[in-house]
């Protein structure tokens, strides 16, 4: 059994940035991808970016350029560094595990509990 837990979240102004972590445990956690979704109320969990067990990542189009997510296989943990904020990037964060890389949330197994993250105008 798989477990992802998210930490990093908070508030900061438009332009600043923050950096989430995804910890993950359990058999074969290694060989997992890694995906960040995020979610506003009332709207459908949408996806961010992923990496998978070789470290490519992927990136929807809203973010590539200021986030980037990276892996410490050392420490079982995902990163999804965040520039540039916006106030439209306000939403819960999710960190999300599958075996392998998609954009649709209902592909991924495991999930963690979600982080709010809040930017401010």
């Known amino acids: 059994q798989v477990q992802v837990a998210e930490s990093g979240g908070g508030s900061v102004q438009a332009g600043g940035s923050l950096e989430l972590s995804c910890v993950g445990s359990g058999r074969g956690f290694s060989n997992f991808a890694v995906g960040w979704f995020r979610q506003t109320p009332g709207k459908e969990r949408e996806f961010i970016a992923a990496i998978d067990w070789t470290g490519k990542t992927f990136y929807e189009d809203s973010v590539k350029g200021r986030f980037t997510i990276s892996r410490d296989f050392t420490k079982n943990t995902a990163i999804l560094q965040m520039n540039t904020l916006r106030p439209e990037d306000t939403a819960v964060y999710y960190c999300?595990?599958?075996?392998?890389?998609?954009?649709?949330?209902?592909?991924?197994?495991?999930w963690g509990q979600g982080t709010q993250v809040t930017v401010s105008s």
């Open positions: 999300a595990a599958s075996g392998y890389y998609y954009t649709d949330p209902a592909k991924y197994a495991y």
